[in-house]
């Protein structure tokens, strides 16, 4: 099985950094291959930046090898529903897959990230997927940080008492840390948390797996059935192609 794993930022670190998680969940014989985005900005945090992290990865995953499965992997899920009406394998967004995990370990799940611009994005990323009735609170730490890549150890206590009251003040029943450069820090302090928490690197694998065992086909009916070709005008090549059914 090889999954791509799509980094809509332009941080290689980071896109690193979920390589290694999530090849360390994956089932033996899945591959996990990356690409980063050449353009744009280090970490999506609002909705602009959504935007065009969203035409980013269409456009990556126009020009990429086919997948079996593909991973958008920048929580808010920028551009997933565009690649699922557009692509013919299944696509799988970092926050869905972190949220539909958490659903299964609780009644309500709280987010808990980096940066306070994040925050409104992700309430609409939580409406935008029908769980805002399944979702305690989306907290974020107030203040700069130093650097992106380190950010998760570098605000380990922040973050880790931000989601204690989480859970004691909003009634989580699961955590979610939230943003690319939080992956792997769930499993590292799952055991100084009191309620379980979701990686989302490694939920968007395990989902991404999952998807694929089930063997489904391309929708040819209803919301997520490809779109009738059109033309294009300045488009990469590979994305026109789809777009305009040359592919």
Known sequence: MRLLLLNPNTSRDVTELMRVTGAAAAAPGTEIVTMTASRGVPYIATRAEAQIGG??????????????????AAFGDPGLLGA?????????????AAMLSACLLGGRF???TFARALVPWYVECVAAHGLTGRCAAVRALEGRFASLSDVQSEKEDQLLDLARAVVAEDGADALIFAG???T???????????????????AA?????????LRPRKATAGAFRRPDPKPTLGLPAALAARIDGTD
């Open 55 to 72: 035409a980013l990865v269409l456009e990556m995953l126009a020009e990429a090898p086919r997948p079996d499965a593909a991973i958008v």
């Open 84 to 96: 699922r009406e557009l692509f013919d394998f299944p696509v799988i967004g970092l926050a869905e």
């Open 110 to 112: 709280g987010i808990v």
């Open 180 to 182: 690319a450069p939080l």
């Open 184 to 202: 792997g820090l769930g499993a590292r302090v799952r055991d100084r948390m009191p309620v379980p928490v979701v990686d989302q690197v490694v």
């Open 205 to 213: 694998v395990k989902l991404a797996e999952a998807a694929v065992a």
